[in-house]
């Protein structure tokens, strides 16, 4: 996502010139004389700036055996071994963030967006939402949004209700709060119970089909150590590693709930 701003040089050469940051609309580009020339620079193919990682293909995984890598309870300053990993690979994932771990991170945040991958919301501090009200599921919901869209201006984006727990009065709330899907997932390795790379590895390897949803946590040094040979696995499976929205070509659907292609 590179930011551009469109200088217009005497005699109407145009330059784009692509910034590191900046504002995603600058009053440069807004501005009315301008908008013919951004409309004209529009057509011209645009450089990538270069901390930008690699373009990623587009996918049809109603052709393509696709797979999608989750990752639960971060990010933490870790989580770029896990970014590396993908990147290395050419692979994409999608990170179910805490609000309360994701406002300290904004820069994993958009770092996960730059490399192509997806950010869903895990609560703000992984309640237990069916001990709460709805108007707290909705607070525990939206204060994440807030911090995700800050970060990376995406919005309603996928939600991870912790647990699991996804009743009809929780999907009800969550939906109510900020219009998404509901993700969960189709393989469990429980990489929170089996502290090993290997036995993690060999999980999802055992459990995994096309159009899964695997459930990961870059929290554990042990998940994030089993990442690399993951990806390598699944890619020498004919696997090619998706986010959920790319795993389901884009279409999910607010208040529908999620487990597998
Ligand atoms: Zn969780």
Redesign the pocket.
């Known amino acids: 996502m590179s930011r551009v701003a469109i200088l217009v040089v005497a005699g109407g050469v145009l330059l784009a010139l692509v910034m590191g940051s900046g504002p995603v609309n600058s009053p440069r580009a807004n501005s009315p004389e301008s908008a013919p020339r951004a409309r004209a620079i529009a057509a011209i193919k645009q450089p990538k700036a270069p901390t930008d990682p690699k373009p990623t293909k587009k996918v049809n995984c109603r052709r393509a055996k696709c797979v999608a890598l989750t990752f ?2 971060g990010p933490v300053s870790q989580t770029t071994e896990v970014l590396r990993a993908l990147r290395q690979s050419g692979a994409r994932a999608t990170f ?1 963030v805490l609000g309360n771990e994701a406002v300290h991170n904004a820069q994993l945040l958009r770092r996960m967006v730059r490399g192509g991958n997806a950010v869903g919301n ?1 609560s703000w501090d ?1 309640a237990m939402f069916t001990r709460l009200s709805s108007a707290a599921i909705r607070r525990e919901v939206q204060r994440t949004q807030r911090v995700i869209t800050a970060a990376t201006g995406t919005t309603n984006n996928p939600v991870r209700v ?2 699991g727990e996804n009743d009809a009065r929780i999907r009800g709330a969550v939906t109510r709060s900020v219009h998404a899907p509901t993700v969960l997932w189709s393989v469990d390795p429980l990489d929170w119970k089996y502290r090993n790379s290997a036995t993690v590895w060999r999980n999802v390897m055992r459990a995994v089909r096309p159009g899964a949803i695997v459930l990961l ?1 870059d929290i554990h040094p042990t998940t994030r150590a089993a990442v690399p040979r993951i990806i390598r696995s699944l890619q020498a499976r004919g696997y090619v590693l998706v986010t959920v929205p790319e795993l389901f070509n884009g279409h999910l659907k607010a208040g529908r709930t999620y487990f597998r292609r």
């Open positions: 639960d309870d179910f895990h992984h912790p647990y946590h």
